[in-house]
């Protein structure tokens, strides 16, 4: 059995070739050169053939978080940014609600779920010796115990380019996870839909570049045809170099815009095929403004404080 990293000594220190960018002979995206003609067509839609990269705009989060801040009207806050990003990010039941059938964006559906935030296994409640006692589960995660949640057929009537699942790696639920997604992998193949395997962090994960290269490629290599992570502030190239599929990153939770701006960049400089983000540009103090600069460091090559200064300027105009 392979040694896991850290486990043992090793005895040839690692090569993980970050300046050599993988090639891709015949078609601009990273390791996507072989697939059949109606799956690259929609993964040039869902990134942009000139710079290689993508903006999804993740407004997802409601398929377990119910109306997030930013998300109570999805018709007021999302729709005025759709005009700048690449792709959508959304699950069926706001595709068919809210989203017009008259976009042209790229459409990635959420595509497992199951579980909530406010889940009834996380904590027992009740009583000892006649005292109130709230006991948690060390170590359970029941946000990991999801399934796929919208069937193929459903997914081609929609017309996706893209269904996300989320991967627990390293979780209670792991292997059901990852059957969720090599499961959805052949359904979509028939198809020439991509999936995207989403690295899921539980909470008793470390966000280290040893775990993402991990998950990362264990998705990779089940057949994942691109794979969203966190960036991590070391080692990031060393993550999407050994990932042969593109890797975007995940915006996470809200922080000061020109953080948020410096992690785009930091990423794509560091081999991220763009970003998927959400709650750092509809959560903003200026969305859209905010989404203008996040597609200046994405497609326009500017520089984090460049881009600052856009939202800055859009911000007070």
């Not at 993988?22 to 990134?47: A, C, I």
């Not at 053939?49 to 377990?64: N, S, V, W």
């Amino acid at each position: 059995m392979a040694d896991l990293d850290g486990t043992q000594t090793e005895k040839k220190e690692k090569e993980f070739h970050t300046q050599t960018p993988q090639e891709t002979p015949g078609f601009f995206l990273k390791g996507s050169h072989q697939y059949d003609w109606g799956l690259k067509n929609r993964l040039s839609r869902v990134f942009n053939p000139k710079t290689g990269r993508t903006i999804m705009l993740a407004f997802d989060h409601g398929y377990f978080m119910g109306p997030t801040t930013g998300l109570e009207r999805v018709d007021q806050t999302i729709l005025p940014l759709e005009p700048y990003c690449d792709c959508l990010m959304l699950t069926r039941g706001i595709q068919r609600s809210i989203i017009p059938a008259s976009t042209q964006k790229a459409v990635a559906l959420r595509a497992s779920g199951g579980t909530s935030m406010v889940s009834p296994d996380d904590v027992w409640e009740g009583e000892l010796d006649g005292k109130p006692l709230k006991l948690s589960r060390p170590g359970y995660e029941p946000l990991s115990y999801e399934d796929t949640a919208v069937d193929i057929e459903d997914a081609l009537r929609l017309n996706a380019c893209v269904l996300a699942v989320q991967v627990f790696i390293g979780s209670q639920h792991e292997r059901r996870s990852l059957q969720n997604m090599t499961k959805l992998i052949d359904a979509a193949n028939r198809y020439g839909i991509a999936v995207m395997g989403v690295v899921a962090v539980g909470r008793a994960m470390a966000r280290t570049a040893q775990y993402f290269r991990l998950a990362t490629r264990i998705m990779a290599e089940l057949g994942c045809h691109l794979v969203k992570c966190y960036h991590t502030d070391e080692d990031f190239d060393t993550i999407t170099s050994c990932c042969p599929v593109p890797i975007v990153i995940a915006g996470g939770k809200k922080r000061p815009e020109l953080d948020a701006l410096k992690m785009a960049y930091d990423a794509c400089q560091q081999g991220a095929s763009g970003v998927d983000m959400g709650r750092n540009i509809f959560q903003s103090d200026a969305p859209v403004p905010m989404m203008k600069a996040v597609r200046g460091v994405v497609h326009e090559g500017l520089k984090p404080e460049e881009a600052y200064q856009m939202y800055q300027d859009l911000k007070n105009a």
